[in-house]
């Protein structure tokens, strides 16, 4: 026949073969509608792509059912959450004057933090002051109190320890020892810390060695005299540096 004379109702269904389909030559155009069904997907359709390697974005998407409707949904709403976050952790380097950590905001209303091994470039009590947006709090305003069970080779005994008017928080009387495996350990829980209408509080325990031969423990807390909006703290040894320690900040919504 001519070329262009032969026309779709000259050919027999039955000779209409792949064989006469050139490859990539059936356009989105060319499929119908809905017209794709579960049989026609290759069990790669999903592990022959490109690998993310990484926790998605809060943008990007996901294919759902629902209800029997294909639709897309952002990871955002299907992600995990929870009303324990941490906000950060690391390590203190040797010779750092103060750990100041900033992470205080009204996205939660307590905050937990965790601190290990922490000890002193030469023996020192452990210290806190609060922090607001211009630095640390040092008005004379620190009011607590603790509790101070403690032991030694064939002795024990509890005692009592506070301030009431200080510019800082004395996290126990007695020195921490200047050996990794012997330092400070503990959890210090802070609350109303966002409230420009309240006093922020502090309460928690630490653990540690004095001298290498007695264990202390400081059980206690108190607060900061004066309503105001706190971002942080700062935890430092007095008048020496912090040689090593290990930490991490939680942040908890009610």
Request: avoid cysteine; glycine fraction near 10%.
């Amino acid at each position: 026949p001519a070329a262009g004379s032969v026309n779709t109702a000259a050919i027999a269904d039955l000779n209409v073969t792949t064989a006469k389909i050139a490859a990539d030559a059936i356009t989105e155009a060319k499929i119908a509608d809905d017209a794709v069904e579960s049989e026609h997907l290759n069990n790669n359709v999903i592990s022959g792509q490109t690998e993310l390697a990484a926790e998605p974005a809060d943008t990007d998407e996901f294919l759902v059912s629902d209800a029997g409707t294909i639709k897309r949904i952002d990871y955002s709403y299907i992600k995990p959450s929870s009303n324990f976050v941490k906000l950060t952790s690391g390590t203190i380097s040797s010779g750092t004057s103060a750990l100041e950590l900033e992470f205080f905001s009204s996205s939660y209303n307590f905050y937990h933090f965790y601190f290990e091994n922490v000890y002193p470039s030469s023996a020192a009590p452990l210290r806190f002051r609060l922090r607001n947006s211009s630095g640390n709090l040092t008005e004379s305003k620190y009011k607590y109190s603790f509790a101070h069970p403690y032991a030694s080779s064939g002795t024990t005994g509890i005692n009592a320890h506070g301030g009431y008017g200080n510019d800082y928080i004395n996290w126990g009387n007695n020195n921490v020892h200047t050996d990794q495996g012997q330092g400070a350990n503990g959890i210090i829980h802070f609350s109303n810390t966002h409230q420009s209408n309240k006093r922020p509080f502090f309460f928690g325990q630490k653990v540690a060695t004095e001298g290498g031969t007695q264990v202390d423990a400081h059980n206690g807390g108190g607060f900061y005299d004066k309503e105001v909006v706190v971002v942080g703290f700062s935890m430092y040894f007095q008048s020496y540096t912090i040689s090593a320690g290990n930490y991490a900040l939680y942040g908890v919504k009610s």
